[in-house]
């Protein structure tokens, strides 16, 4: 193991925390950072030393990078864990740190550009063997050139952002005259979010489902999988609820088995060091495609690391500094059980829409075993600034149908007050037919519409029992 190091995390909430108790437990600092409009920021409590990172807006502070790089040096940073979101992708961060000496906690730099890029991760993957979804091969300029793709690959196509994710810079167009309507409509909104214009125009998969694969890598050339998640629960293109393994694939080893070994040849192919994950787009007729790759820690890893006892986390910060990880091979790694993930988000629970308010209170009363990685407390206040995400609640059941059940028993115990939450929404889903036998793709919402059967009404008895229930059992009784 490499001597104690000076760990710099630059982000917030609950991933800060997380990146924190995973550096304590190798004996590294935890150094956690706080800016102007956050100065009571609960990740910090679990950070060995905190400082200031200046300013109060996102560009100021957590997207600064010649500021991020002061705090380095001035507080002898050794390496940066970016945690997800902000710049965990950004190509310029990574090889700025490395060009000072500084230990980027993710994939080598040239990683972070190919797989950051939607239209030269395409080519690349295809370029190695991985199936790509039908559509251009890179940026298309005009709307005409899209129409010209469009009418070769056959309705409905998707006009994707080249440099987009969190579901922003996207319209799925069902003919001619939709790609005419949405094509400077989805440039201007992927410049304005990202910079860049460029878009790039594919099939349209219907019914689909998106399936991913967590793969890590160290620097010695060995790269492991550890298995798949099912993603299809989302709103707007961003996901909601995750589980894994995928309901979809179900005992289809065979799929399972095609499925890990092409995220792990892509990622061998790009010599990845590091924590990832191969994203998929899976047809009804269980042929998968590749969709992209995030070159970083993702939101929804606790779901893996439950079926498979690995701490992502800790992985990664071994394999940034050379590490060894201690899997003597693919096959030590197992999966058992089932594990589901609900993202508690400050938002409507019928519109979906983010609904920044103050947190008030917040009671838990879990099931054996709950899982609640969170960085609420009274008093918080959730801004339009950030992703309305307050929090993850993860179960595990030795088989899905006791996954769900822990699931709906833990959103009961979770009461958080002052704002919208979309627990009301979680809660329906739950008890959706279609959802617990497991039948559903990234259509879900749109088609199912859980959001039209949620009761916002107040039942007082209902809430007041819960505290109750708390306060026994904190008293033991």
Known sequence: MSTQKRILIINRGEIAARVAKACRELGHVAVG????????????????????????????????????????????????????GFLSENTEFSQALVDNGITWIGPHPEAVRVMGDKAVSKEFAQKVGMPVVPGSTGPVPTVEDAIKIAEKIKYPI???????????????????????????????????????????????????????????????????????????????????????????????????????????????AIKYDSAGTVELIMGEDREFYFLEMNT???????????????????????????DDLGIPGQEWIKRTGHAIECRICAED????????????????????????????????????????????????????????????????GLLVEGLKTNIPLHKVIMNEENFIKGHYSTNYISTVKPQERVDTSMNYVDIYKKLAGIEARRMGL
């Open 296 to 322: 970083r820690i993702q939101v929804e890893h606790p779901i893996t690391e439950e079926i498979t006892g690995i701490d992502l986390i800790v992985c990664m910060i071994q394999s940034a500094f050379g």
């Open 158 to 268: 998707l006009l994707k952002a080249v440099a987009g994710g969190g579901g922003r810079g996207m319209r799925v167009c069902n003919n001619e005259a939709e790609v005419r309507a949405n094509f400077e409509v989805v440039q201007r909104e992927a410049k304005s979010a990202f910079k860049n214009g460029d878009l790039l125009v594919e099939k349209y998969i219907v019914n689909p489902h998106h399936i991913e694969v967590q793969i890590l890598a160290d620097k010695k050339g060995n790269v492991y999988h550890f298995f798949e998640r099912e993603c299809s629960i989302q709103r707007r293109h961003q996901k909601i609820i995750e589980e894994a393994p995928s309901p979809f694939i179900g005992n289809d080893e065979e799929l399972r088995q095609r499925v890990c070994t092409s995220a792990v040849n892509l990622a061998k």
């Open 349 to 412: 629970p019928i519109t979906m829409l983010p609904a920044p308010g103050v947190v008030t209170g917040c009671e838990t009363n879990f099931p054996q075993g709950t899982r609640f990685d969170n960085c609420l407390y009274k008093g918080l206040v959730v801004t339009p600034d950030f992703d309305p995400m307050v929090g993850k609640l993860v179960v595990k059941g030795i088989i899905r149908d006791v996954a769900v059940r822990k699931m709906r028993a833990a959103l009961d």
């Open 33 to 84: 950072v706080w800016t102007d409009n956050e100065v009571q920021a609960k990740h910090l409590e679990v950070c060995d030393e905190w400082v200031r990172l200046p300013g109060s807006t996102n560009a100021e502070t957590y997207l600064n990078i010649p500021n991020i790089l002061d705090v380095c040096k001035k507080y002898k940073i050794d390496g940066v864990h970016p945690g997800y």
